[in-house]
């Protein structure tokens, strides 16, 4: 055997062994095994007073809202969207997710804001909010990680 074509032999065995391992590997990432909000529910009234911010009086009443979620990373833009919400306590997932709908409660930059027009809507009762949290080629569901306690008054 000439040195030519051992040299030949052994290019042809690493090209076979290289080609298989060349394959499309998804750009970024995106990590949630920590994900949570420093404070895990709100309690929102339907009841407030005229000068409250969330009052149906003001001009532009202000949503209740979620603090940011924390502990997700991964390649920008992270988005984050509702997926489905749990309910108890006489809560109404369908009336619920038809306010997510009319965009009366929303999800933001990893808040959820919960308007005053969503709250006259729903019933009493806890509404525990699930996420979908994605980027280019990646996507994780966020389960339980945030409720809302709609009472009538403080």
């Not at 911010?53 to 979620?66: E, I, R």
């Not at 306590?89 to 999800?107: E, P």
Request: hydrophobic share 40%; proline share 5%.
């Amino acid at each position: 055997m000439t040195a030519r074509s051992i040299y030949s032999l052994l290019l042809v065995t690493l090209l076979a062994l290289a080609l298989p391992s060349c394959r499309k590997v998804t750009v970024g990432y995106l990590d949630t095994t920590h994900a949570t909000f420093a404070t895990k529910q709100l309690k929102v009234y339907r009841t407030v007073a005229d000068d409250d911010p969330h009052s149906l009086k003001q001009k532009y009443p202000a949503p209740w809202t979620s603090q940011r979620i924390q502990g997700v990373s991964g390649t920008n833009p992270v988005n984050y969207q509702f997926l489905s919400v749990d309910v108890a306590d006489g809560g109404d997932a369908t009336k619920f997710a038809a306010a997510v709908q009319a965009g009366k409660i929303t999800v933001n930059g990893g808040t959820i804001n919960l308007f005053p027009e969503a709250v006259q809507s729903l019933p009493n009762g806890r509404y525990t909010v699930n996420l979908r949290v994605y980027n280019e080629g990646y996507s994780r569901e966020l389960r339980g990680l945030f409720t809302f306690i709609i009472q009538d008054e403080a």
